[in-house]
Each structure stands twice: as structure tokens, then as C-alpha cells.
């Protein structure tokens, strides 16, 4: 079964350091997605990189990158340059194959950035 | 930029009362789903849509009902509010599977039965 773990539950980091969150996945599907969203306090998601199983190189979308190591089955989230407001839930999560777009979440790492 | 409109925002419910959570989204998207997130969690698909008149399950589709009659509403119905119900919903629409289409969500309806 498709599967999506964030063991990392809270994480602090200091401003204006980088931070890495982690992701591993699971599944037997050649072709998948992975997607990084972003909860603030507030509630709402926010989409913050992409990155596809047969993309050859890492997704970048400004200070945000993707750490994608296929054969590891890991995506995780690289933040540069940690700002205040950064600090907010991120959960990983992966498009199931098929014809539904369907995603899959993780349980979601709560960050603090420190001034 | 509307995007992706639930209402209400919050509502509290009775044990065994009924209620509709509104969704309308004005990007034409074909795709449209709805969630749950309990708390410290991730969130949970309840159902589905791949378009107008199609409809199927997700992970956790007990006590919950949908429609899709246009392309741009997909409301949710509650029947029987249970203590379980209690939750955030999520609403989100994409495009469809062209690489990299994002779900764009709501700002959620919280939810709580008492």
C-alpha cells in the first residue's frame, strides 16, 4: 500500500539558518508525484514545490528545494534561510497513480523558526 | 482571485443533526475532493470527483454524502452528526494529472458536534 512518513514531528531552527524535513515514501507505482504544502496557524494550505518520479534533477522554487533520492524513496523538503515566517506545519504528500490525482499525506512536521 | 471558496468557516453542530459544507471553486477544474484533518494530523481524503456527475469514494467516506452537479461546486453533506465528525475540512480542486498539478485548497471549515 501507498505511504507517506514524516518522523520528524516538531523541529526548531534558528533565523536565517537552513532546514531539512524529512519525507519517505512508499509504493510500487513507477509513476508518482510528491508535493511539499505549507499550514501556517491560520489554516490554510499553500503548495509549495513539486517534484515528479521521472524528473532527473531536484525542484527548487525559490528558498525551497526537494532532496529527491529515488532508490531511498525519500523527498525531503530543504528550506534556505529560515525567515519568522516560515515557522508553520509542512506535510509531505504523493499523488497516487492512476487516473484520480489523488494525494496521500504525511502527518505533517511542525517547524519554529527562532529568532 | 477567488479560487477555492468553503463556507462556513466554522459551525458547531448537536449529535444527530444534519448539515451541508459548501464548495465552489472558480479555476474550472475538473478534479475535486474533499478532506479531513484531525488534530496533529494529516489530512484524510473523503471523496472525490473527477467531473461533473462522477463521484467516488476516498479513505474515510462513512457518514458522509456528495454531489457534483456542476464543474464548479462539490458541497458535502453530514447526515447524523456524530462526536467523530468533529474535524477541519478541507475542500481542493486541480486540473487534473498533467505533471505537477497542484491541489489548490480552501481555508477550511471547522467543524465541531457536541
Known amino acids: 500500500a501507498q505511504k507517506i512518513t514524516q518522523t520528524q514531528p516538531g523541529m526548531f531552527v534558528q533565523e536565517k539558518e537552513a532546514v531539512t524535513l524529512d519525507c519517505t515514501y512508499d509504493?510500487?507505482?513507477?509513476?508518482?508525484?510528491l508535493f511539499w504544502y505549507k499550514q501556517p496557524s491560520s489554516g490554510e494550505m499553500i503548495f509549495l514545490i513539486y517534484?515528479?518520479?521521472?524528473?532527473?534533477q531536484n525542484a527548487t522554487e525559490g528558498r525551497y528545494s526537494l532532496n529527491f533520492q529515488k532508490a531511498r524513496k525519500s523527498a525531503n523538503l530543504v528550506i534556505s534561510a529560515s525567515q519568522l515566517g516560515d515557522s508553520a506545519m509542512y506535510f509531505c504528500a504523493m499523488r497516487e497513480g492512476g487516473a484520480t490525482n489523488k494525494l496521500i499525506f504525511g502527518t505533517g512536521t511542525l517547524l519554529a523558526v527562532q529568532p | 482571485n477567488a479560487g477555492v471558496t468553503q463556507t462556513p468557516k466554522f459551525r458547531i453542530l448537536k449529535i444527530g443533526q444534519s448539515m451541508t459544507l459548501q464548495c465552489t471553486q472558480d479555476?474550472?477544474?475538473?478534479?475535486m475532493y474533499w478532506y479531513r484533518q484531525d488534530p496533529g494530523m494529516g489530512l484524510k481524503l473523503i471523496y472525490y470527483s473527477v467531473g461533473a456527475g462522477i463521484t467516488d469514494k476516498g479513505e474515510v467516506p462513512n457518514g458522509y454524502n456528495v454531489s457534483r452537479s456542476t464543474t464548479e461546486d462539490f458541497p458535502l453533506r453530514l447526515e447524523l452528526a456524530a462526536p467523530s465528525q468533529t474535524s477541519v475540512y478541507f475542500c481542493?480542486?486541480?486540473?487534473?494529472?498533467?505533471?505537477?498539478?497542484?491541489?489548490?485548497f480552501g481555508d477550511g471549515t471547522r467543524l465541531s458536534i457536541l
Open positions: 509504493t510500487s507505482d513507477p509513476s508518482y508525484g
Open positions: 481542493a480542486s486541480s486540473y487534473g494529472l498533467g505533471q505537477g498539478q497542484p491541489q489548490h
Open positions: 479555476m474550472n477544474h475538473n478534479y
Open positions: 517534484q515528479g518520479s521521472y524528473d532527473q
